[in-house]
């Protein structure tokens, strides 16, 4: 079991770029497939990236591909969601989500959640 926390959310312009980075306890990080969920507000929550074991396999929403990249670290034991040309309805709070070993971009199939970091797009 790993402990997730998020950090690097904040507020920028249309157009502008985050970085969002999410920490990992524990020593068995590299077993662990990583992925990014965000919520806004009234809506439900919705997949945005995953990325296997190994950093080899990426998915993305389609809301999002071709703007955000999401890469990780083992060693750091660290996962990042790079968001480039933020747009107003980018607006949510971001969470970072992991599980041994499941590729997934079904919410239920994650049993580990940080605690989430707001990105605040204004246009």
């Known amino acids: 079991q790993v402990q997730l926390v998020e950090s690097g959310g904040g507020l920028v312009q249309a157009g502008g770029s985050l970085r969002l980075s999410c920490a990992a306890s524990?020593?068995?990080?590299?077993?662990?497939?990583m992925g990014w969920f965000r919520q806004a507000p009234g809506k439900d929550r919705e997949f945005v990236a995953v990325?296997?074991?190994?950093?080899?396999?990426?998915t993305y929403a389609d809301s999002v591909k071709g703007r955000f990249t999401i890469s990780r670290d083992n060693a750091k034991n660290t996962v990042y969601l790079f968001m480039n040309s933020l747009k107003p309805e980018d607006t949510a709070v971001y969470f970072c989500?992991?599980?041994?070993?499941?590729?997934?971009?079904?919410?239920?199939?994650?049993?580990?959640w940080g605690q989430g970091t707001q990105v605040t797009v204004s246009s």
């Open positions: 524990g020593r068995t990080f590299s077993n662990y497939a």
């Open positions: 990325i296997s074991t190994s950093g080899g396999s990426t």
């Open positions: 989500v992991g599980n041994t070993w499941i590729y997934s971009t079904r919410a239920r199939d994650y049993n580990q």
